[in-house]
């Protein structure tokens, strides 16, 4: 084990919620350490070409790519360090162990932000494991880090606003995409970014599922079927697709390992994707010193993971002994921005599902 | 609003976004607080200028112009390759779904594009509430 290294707030995970804790916590007066798996920073940011929602402080109408380069070279300029290539395998008390270009070593800190985000759900289906069926976020990152189209003509799966981007971004990649298939009988996306791939001539199938793939080697064909009231394919429903490309977009699970491992209380929360560690209204675990944020606390944003990032920074830098002169202001405004965000038809369940985990760990605390 | 080109807003949600009013120099586009509110447009001050056109993320903005028998209809635009102005291109609806072929009058960015591009077509007028974009090339 090479030599342990030694900081005062640790994050994994340089994506959206990773950096901009980050930075809170640097610009608090704390030495941050950001390790991160990836080749470079800036997490899913870097394949999002599209243009974000949200307002001006979650820089809204810029193109993800470019708020992970403003991210990155803010974190750069203030004196954060960045270590990417960096595996965060396992946390030991305050203490990370690390494989750092190749070598496994340590990283102790006073207190840790885990930034980790979330992993893309898979589907059952004969043939699904076959060469041309993959996750959106592996189709997004052939398209848009790669540049190389992975399918020419294409079905998705799942009419969330991942799909719905996903599709938009491979006809911009020059794929030809027959269609999007939902189970559920909505659109479970905005409207908009739906309506987008309809004005491009993209069928949306509601109330349909994936029967089968098929091919020789590689995917060269897939049946979908209409679904009845109880969800059971409709025998007569099926049509066939000649594809060599079949994007699944079917949700996202917390990729919460390491909380898990530190010893975390946590709660089954459907809205947020699945089990999230229980956290105070500053990101703060269930063990003290150790904060989350982003995906990884519940699937959200990534202007949602900005803002959480920000509240899990400026409390873990508080934790390791810097006081921001106006914490209190700064964590009421980034709570006031998330509220915002999380309002309206598509926020309000995860916002009471948020609601729910802050009294859980505040029902935790008053009962030590 | 015969004569001039007006965004026509076609934003059904409340989802949480704002762009469109914070790149209104006229101050033509309202939403407020909370920032999930739809946005509300005041075409009596729009300009046409198209920021909020390349503005929206959710490429739901668009401007007409409707003369007397004819009517022009701008959309967002992010296919390659792009459509040259004097290009006979086909005209589609909401659904996609083709209405005709359309004269492309003018291909454009303005300041807030950062890549996205403004394509006008020249429609007859009776079309101008159903042309929303074009074929792709």
Redesign the interface.
């Known amino acids: 084990m090479a030599g342990a290294e030694v900081t005062e707030v640790a994050v994994v995970g340089g994506g959206p919620a990773g950096l901009s804790a980050a930075l809170a916590a640097r610009q608090a007066g704390a030495k941050v350490i950001v390790v991160d798996e990836n080749a470079a920073p800036g997490g899913q940011l870097r394949k999002q070409i ?7 402080e979650h820089h ?4 993800g790519f ?1 708020i992970a380069e403003e991210l990155v070279a803010a974190c750069r300029e203030q004196g954060v360090e960045l270590w990417t290539d960096t595996l965060a395998y396992g946390i030991f008390d305050h203490t990370l162990g690390i494989v750092r270009g190749g070598t496994a070593s340590t990283l102790a800190a006073r207190s840790i932000v885990l930034a980790t985000g979330a992993s893309e759900n898979a589907l059952a289906f004969p043939g699904c494991t076959l060469p041309g069926v993959m996750g959106a976020g592996a189709a997004q990152t052939f398209i848009n880090l790669h540049r190389v189209l992975p399918g020419r003509r294409a079905l998705i799966v799942g009419a969330g606003n991942v799909g719905l981007i996903i599709t938009y971004q491979l ?2 990649a020059g794929a030809e995409v027959l269609g999007v298939v939902e189970a559920a009988p909505r659109i479970g996306g ?4 739906a ?2 791939i ?5 069928p949306i199938y509601t109330r349909h599922t994936v029967l089968n793939a098929a091919g020789h080697g590689e995917l060269e064909e897939v049946t979908i079927a209409a679904l009845d009231e109880n969800g059971w394919p409709i025998a007569g429903s099926e049509r066939t697709f000649a594809i060599d490309l079949l994007c699944l977009a079917v949700g996202l699970t917390p990729l919460t390992e390491l909380a898990w491992q530190a010893g975390c209380l946590f709660e089954y929360c459907g809205p947020l994707g699945g089990h999230v560690p229980l956290h105070s209204e500053d990101m703060e675990t269930t063990v003290p010193g150790l904060f989350v944020a982003g995906d990884m606390a519940g699937v959200e944003e990534a ?1 949602t993971a900005l803002e959480e990032g920000r509240l899990a920074g400026l409390a873990a830098a508080a934790y390791a002994g810097y006081r921001s002169p106006n914490l209190e202001e700064e964590k009421a405004a980034a709570r006031e921005r998330l509220q ?8 309000e369940g995860r916002y009471l599902a948020h609601e729910e985990i802050v009294r859980r760990w505040l029902k935790w605390r008053d009962a030590r | 609003m015969e004569g001039r080109p007006v965004a026509v807003i076609e934003c059904p949600e409340e989802i949480p976004c704002n762009p469109c009013e914070t790149a209104c120099p006229q101050g033509a586009i309202q939403i407020g607080n909370p920032i999930t509110r739809r946005p509300r447009l005041d075409a009596a001050r729009c300009t046409g200028c198209g920021l909020c056109v390349a503005a929206c993320p959710g490429l739901a903005i668009f401007l007409v112009k409707e003369e007397a028998d004819t009517a022009e209809v701008t959309f967002p635009y992010e296919f390659l390759p792009l459509p040259q102005v004097g290009d006979v291109v086909t005209a589609v609806g909401r659904e996609g779904q083709p209405l005709g072929a359309a004269r492309v009058v003018a291909v454009r960015q303005v300041r807030t594009s950062d890549g996205t591009w403004l394509v006008t077509l020249a429609v007859p007028r009776a079309l101008s509430s159903e042309v929303r974009g074009m074929r792709r090339l």
């Open positions: 599209h243009k974000f929602f949200g307002s001006k809204a109408g810029r193109r470019r006809l911009q905005y409207a908009v970014h309506a987008k309809r004005r491009a001539g993209v202007s915002a965000l999380r309002s309206g038809p598509f926020g």
